[in-house]
């Protein structure tokens, strides 16, 4: 399973990263990754022109999309995009940060999975 991470280098600048998630064949119920510990689990709604300046991310977390996208900007200005369903790994929680806009003008919906 492929998942995007965002972190922060030794000089505090955030970057891009993918990650592939091993899935191991477990047969009738399909293939599942190894557990991962998990501390809490909470739901975000963000209003329709939700654009966010740069920040860093308040924990280590999974991020769920669970409705409409993302662009999301490194601080060396790298911009990636990101739709419903995709998984990103947040772990930018010092240096210069992230941001991160609406793709479209509605409402968004998110799960954060806090590690």
Request: avoid cysteine.
């Amino acid at each position: 399973m492929k998942i995007t991470r965002i972190f922060s280098d030794e000089e505090g600048e955030s970057h891009f990263e993918d990650l592939e998630i091993p899935l191991i064949d477990q047969g009738e119920i399909g293939y599942l990754s190894e557990n991962f510990e998990v501390k809490r689990l909470q739901f975000r709604k963000v209003s329709a022109d939700y654009d966010y300046d740069f920040h860093h991310a308040p924990q280590k977390q999974f991020i769920v999309l669970l409705n409409g996208g993302v662009e999301i900007e490194t601080s060396l200005g790298e911009l990636r995009q990101f739709q419903t369903g995709e998984i990103l790994l947040v772990e930018d929680t010092v240096g210069k940060g992230h941001k991160t806009r609406n793709l479209e003008k509605k409402e968004r919906t998110s799960l954060f999975i806090h590690l």
